[in-house]
């Protein structure tokens, strides 16, 4: 998705491949995956390693959505905590959950030593940072109950969320050692490198136009006139679905997620923000986000405006909230300002859906989608292979579209005009 004022700090190596791969009109593969994103291609890699025969179609390049855009930061677990969600899905279902959770930094980190991915990365822990009370007892509940199950988290007090992030307004905070930070296009195309020397093929500039079944085979037609068959589908377009499968895309919101990139710091600039390298994301109502590049960058993140950007100032509320944490950056360029599409689902868990046979959807990262959608593949891919619903940490669930989703825009530019004034009256 290349837009005119969207310029991303990501950028791929120039001796990246391009990928034209396809299997042969008549042959029938195991399964066809829609979307060259990180869970395509995770769910490709583990699906190719079980012995099936993949294509993976990706309407333009591979890490032009979601996957190649974000802010590479790897946080495990999901907005609620594991009572929640002991809870909420009962004993047996619930624990598997928090176990799938818990793990899925590290099935990231795992995965780029196991595969010796080339992607700049550093493990040192998210931050979440409170700027309230109220933002500290919810951090506290979250330690107690991650800590009793033996995570490495800890509680910060306001003295060393100073010192770790050089940010100011802090009150505390909580540290999860089980996060780091990447970049996001590198392991998105060490991904699809790695499916593809494991035997997947994979096809950029296929946009997938229509899927169709006739007895018990699917048929994949794209825009360019490939026509594939195949025993499953999996459609891995997340906040980027259109209108293949009936009512998807209505079951998801797709938000604008904007992010800004500082020119390099000085040397001493680098030694007060962040010098362990963490990543941090905020307690306000509307979070920002942000973390070091290996180049000694500043990357931050926050919710954008929901029509498509007109010019940098479309990104100036990110460069005041950055102004406002770090008032010595008055000085230092902005240099790239870019976006991408999360997909929010109403109850903020990712969704999984096989409304027939053979045919999977997979939606909703909620902004967690690095770790997620890497450990969701591995059990996608499972799934496929064996048939085994248990290999699926959610439960699969009815394509529900939301109530009024064409009026989702005017819903959501409002909640974000509410909460921004909270949010103020908070500081
Ligand atoms: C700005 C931003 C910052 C973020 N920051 C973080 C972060 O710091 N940490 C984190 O964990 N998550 C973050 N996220 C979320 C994370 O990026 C996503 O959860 C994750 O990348 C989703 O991966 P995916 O493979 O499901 O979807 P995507 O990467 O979006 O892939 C979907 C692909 O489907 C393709 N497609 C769509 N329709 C068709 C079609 N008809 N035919 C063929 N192909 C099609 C699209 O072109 C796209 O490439 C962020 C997201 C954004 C946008």
Redesign the pocket.
């Known amino acids: ?1 290349l837009l005119r004022f969207s310029d991303p700090i990501w950028q791929k190596p120039r001796t990246a491949t391009a990928f034209q791969s396809l299997f042969p009109a008549g042959q029938c593969v195991d399964v066809v995956i ?7 291609l995770s769910t490709a890699l583990h699906a190719a390693r079980l012995g099936l025969a993949v294509q993976v ?4 390049e591979i890490g ?12 495990p677990g999901l907005k609620y905590d594991p009572d929640w969600l002991l809870e909420h899905f009962g004993l047996e279902r619930g624990e598997a959950l928090v176990n799938f959770v818990a793990s899925t930094a590290d099935t990231v980190f795992e995965l780029i030593r196991d595969e010796r991915l080339a992607v700049p990365f550093v493990r040192n822990g998210w931050i979440q940072a409170a700027h309230t009370e109220t933002a500290l007892k919810a951090a506290a509940n979250r330690d107690r109950q991650w800590r009793a199950r033996g995570a490495d988290v800890r509680l910060l007090s306001g003295t060393e969320i100073a010192t770790m992030t050089g940010a100011q307004g802090y009150l505390g905070g909580w540290l999860d050692r089980r996060a780091g930070v990447i970049d ?1 296009l590198a392991y998105t195309s060490e991904l699809a490198r790695v499916a593809a020397a494991a035997g997947v093929k994979i096809a950029e500039r ?4 229509q899927i169709s079944k006739n007895a018990g085979i699917w048929h994949v037609s794209t825009e360019s006139g490939a026509e594939l068959k195949a025993k499953a589908i999996v459609l ?7 209108g ?1 499968l009936p009512g998807l895309a209505e079951t998801i919101v797709p938000l604008h ?3 800004i990139a500082t020119a390099p710091l000085s040397s001493n600039l680098a030694a007060a923000i962040l010098p362990e390298g963490q990543a941090v994301s905020d307690s306000r109502r509307i979070l920002v ?1 942000y973390r070091k590049t290996a180049d000694g960058r500043l990357v931050l ?1 926050g919710r954008g405006r929901m029509a498509l950007p007109n010019g940098p100032a479309d990104w100036a509320h990110l460069e005041r909230a950055l102004l406002r944490l770090y008032p010595a950056l008055s000085d230092v360029a902005i240099e790239k300002r870019w ?4 997909a929010m689902t109403p109850d903020h868990l990712p969704h999984i859906h096989e409304p027939e046979k053979g045919l999977l959807a ?1 939606v909703g ?1 909620q ?7 890497t450990a969701l593949g591995e059990r996608i891919a499972s799934y496929l292979s064996s048939g085994d619903t248990r290999q699926l940490p959610f439960p699969v669930s009815p394509i529900r579209p939301i109530p009024f989703h064409a009026f989702r825009q005017v819903g959501v530019a409002a909640t974000i005009a509410w909460y921004r004034m909270l949010d103020a009256f908070e500081r």
């Open positions: 998705m829609v979307g060259g994103g990180i869970l395509g179609l990706e309407a333009g032009n959505g979601a996957s190649g855009l974000n802010g590479g930061q790897v946080i996001p296929q946009n997938v136009m891995a377009t997340n906040a980027y679905t259109g293949l997620s904007f992010q986000y993140g976006f991408g599409r999360v997979v990262c902004g967690r989608g690095i770790g997620l959608m």
